[in-house]
């Protein structure tokens, strides 16, 4: 897809007087969460774009004030905090709390601090980094070894369930904190040092004079690769690329799932799609792009572009949620996307989110950022509730019956999707989803050479050099309620430059105006290049209205049925349990639509609460007579009797906020009822 690809190719960086008196002026402003020394795009830190207003500003506040506390508060209750105590004291396992991988939890909730504190200078924030790292610190071994389920007196020894253990996922985690920390304040730092020794541990166990081992769940691979980027080591780099070669030959011992579930059963650049367990294939294909970035290895970039694509077309639910199988969390075959059975772990869709990030960085291509957007707006903002201290686990995309309020301070089974639940035993998915937020200024806009790219639409101010020179953007707009996003500009240099911004594959119709004319899109981006003043202004123009989206054929599971999405959101048809006077009182399970109607806006008269619904006609399925105990299936088609319904649809993020319902994101499109009763 060359036509979406972004002609601007960043030239390896040269100092020049007027960078370095901007980066002595600011030695702060690099804290990004992925920071390639080559590539088409440029990433901006997280203090370079700051969220002013809107739907991920909303999110990203609520991150801040209600999540990472929450987080931080269930951490401490589960003991998972208090296991370094019991590490650094010596203690056995039965002093030890929750599974084997807890200590990632804690190493997320570290790094969303960090993110926290770069971006809004957050005082709070630092100081109880501060105050977990040293907590941390105290369980390192002198050797770099740090992990408080192995290695302790009665306790298994390190490295001996390399299938299980996550001992290498929890470093990698650690890792990516202290990269955070680094960027945030710099290498002098208590965490930033034990990452450091823990990093060095890893390359000495397990490099080329090592063992040859991999670890069950990839995550160290891409941390490693951040490492390097942030230290210049390159052993860090070759520790990763070691890994990322190792893997797919056998390695671990298969288990009840597979070798497959561990990405273990052929070699990365031998496959043609993800496979097996979705957040290990994810995590493992973003560690891949990175070391295909740093080696310049084309062959690995291009092997992980052809997993990606077809994984994109056969394997992905319309909410870019990624995983379909219960068992094993892990991909289906082809088309094996049935909406009731949905697993769609909230971590894959933030993986995914990691793995486009860094396609996107390397090659500049439009569709990867359609895709991070996709996730953002219907499994990152999906999995919170309104309150930012309940999440969804797994993300469904039909509920054929409403769930049970659980009582809102007990921890639940990973995979229960009926209503969100404030902690998780396996509790994975809240904290990654902490730090995502509070870094999610750094996926809006990047730089290049040649311009400044925004892939994701809120209301921000972005700063950015262009060549040593200053660049201050501020974007307004209330997407994704509506498609007009204007930016001006602020302080640029007196040269020319180009400002390029995203049309989505969705947009059609899409159209920027500077000074007065219109610009129309060249593939996946729509481009002014000139010479900027301050105040001059462009003024994007994306259609956002309601569109029927047709399931594929492929698809059994949704065959003949259709979807609504408006701009980047996916909509559901939600029937709370709990009925308002005028709420949609049908059975969810039992309609269809008539997509020759436009769904059309829809007041709060008509029963919901959701200010952004919309309204469609379609037909309810009548119970048929008898008790509905018979055998159903028939030698003739069933022929159905119908009532005219009138169906409301309502953004599927935000789902299951107002206690148990039943949701469906797919109906059966069919014919409109012709009376009150046909
Ligand atoms: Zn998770």
């Not at 396992?93 to 790094?111: K, M, W």
């Not at 299938?163 to 208590?190: N, Y």
């Not at 709060?604 to 008898?626: H, I, M, N």
């Amino acid at each position: 897809m060359a036509d979406d690809r972004l002609d601007e190719t960043l030239p390896t960086p040269t100092p020049t007087p007027a960078r370095a008196r901007l980066e002595a002026e600011a030695p702060r402003k690099r804290a990004r969460p992925v920071t390639p020394s080559t590539g088409r795009l440029r990433p901006l830190a997280v203090e370079q774009i700051c969220l002013l207003d809107g739907f991920w500003h909303e999110r990203q506040t609520r991150n801040a004030g209600a999540t990472i506390p929450h987080c931080d508060r269930w951490i401490l209750r589960m003991g998972w905090l208090a296991n370094f105590h019991v590490a650094a004291d010596g203690r056995g396992p039965s002093d030890r709390q929750g599974r084997e991988f807890t200590d990632t939890a804690v190493y997320n909730l570290l790094e969303a601090l960090a993110w926290e504190s770069a971006r809004a200078a957050n005082i709070s924030a630092d100081a109880r980094f501060g105050e977990i790292a040293r907590i941390v610190a105290s369980a390192q071994r002198p050797d770099g070894y740090l992990n408080t389920n192995f290695g302790q007196p009665g306790a298994r020894p390190r490295y001996s369930d390399l299938e299980w253990g996550h001992e290498l996922f929890c470093i990698g985690h650690l890792l990516q904190a202290g990269v955070a920390r680094a960027q945030a304040v710099g290498l002098d730092d208590q965490l930033v040092a034990v990452a450091v020794r823990a990093a060095d541990h890893v390359c000495k166990t397990f490099g080329p004079n090592g063992v040859t081992a991999i670890c069950g769940h990839p995550e160290i691979e891409m941390a490693l690769v951040e490492f390097y980027r942030l230290t210049g080591q390159r052993r860090y780099l070759e520790q990763a690329r070691l890994f990322i070669e190792r893997r797919g030959r056998g390695l671990l011992r298969a288990g009840e799932f597979g070798a497959q579930y561990f990405q273990d059963d052929i070699p990365i650049r031998e496959a043609h799609v993800l496979h097996g367990h979705a957040v290990r294939a994810l995590y493992l294909a973003a560690g891949a792009v990175d070391v295909a970035v740093e080696t310049d290895d084309t062959e690995l970039l291009n092997a992980v572009v052809d997993q990606w694509e077809n994984t994109v077309a056969r394997r992905t639910y319309i909410t870019g949620g990624m995983g379909s199988r219960h068992f094993g969390e892990s991909f289906g075959d082809d088309y094996e996307l049935s909406p009731d059975r949905a697993y769609c772990e909230t971590c894959a869709g933030v993986a995914s989110i990691m793995l486009c990030w860094r396609l996107l960085l390397a090659t500049g291509e439009a569709r990867f950022a359609d895709h991070i957007e996709r996730a953002l707006f219907n499994i990152v903002a999906t999995s919170p509730g309104d309150d930012g201290t309940s999440f969804f686990y797994t993300n469904t995309l039909h509920r054929r019956i409403a769930g049970e309020v659980g009582d809102g301070d007990t921890a639940s089974e990973r995979a229960a999707s009926g209503q969100r639940a404030p902690w998780y035993t396996v509790a994975c998915c809240p904290t990654n989803l902490a730090r995502l937020f509070a870094s999610l200024g750094a996926y809006v806009a990047t730089s290049s050479a040649t311009g400044i790219q925004i892939h994701q639409y809120a209301t921000a101010r972005i700063t950015a050099e262009l060549d040593g020179d200053a660049v201050e953007l501020e974007v307004r707009t209330s997407y994704p309620h509506d498609g007009r996003v204007t930016v001006r500009v602020h302080e640029t240099p007196a040269r020319p430059w180009t400002l390029s911004m995203r049309v989505p594959a969705w947009a059609s119709g899409a159209s920027m105006t500077v000074a007065g004319a219109v610009l129309a899109p060249q593939g996946g981006y729509l481009s002014a290049e000139r010479t900027w003043q301050p105040g001059d202004e462009a003024v994007l123009d994306l259609p956002i209205r309601p569109r029927w989206t047709y399931a594929p054929d492929e698809i059994d599971a949704i065959r003949g049925c259709v979807a609504l999405e408006r701009g980047p959101v996916v909509y559901c048809v939600e029937r709370p349990a709990e009925q308002t006077p005028h709420g949609q009182n049908f059975d969810i399970n039992q309609i269809v639509i008539n997509t020759d109607v436009e769904a059309q806006p829809c007041d709060r008269d008509a029963g919901t609460a959701d200010s952004d619904a919309w309204l469609a006609e379609g037909s309810q399925r009548l119970e048929p007579d008898g008790d509905g105990s018979a055998w159903p299936y028939q030698p003739q088609p069933a022929v159905s009797r119908v009532t005219p319904a009138r169906i409301v649809f309502t953004p599927y993020h935000s789902w299951g906020n107002r206690g148990p319902s039943t949701m469906r994101v797919w109906v059966p499109v069919g014919p409109p009822a012709t009376g009150a009763t046909s």
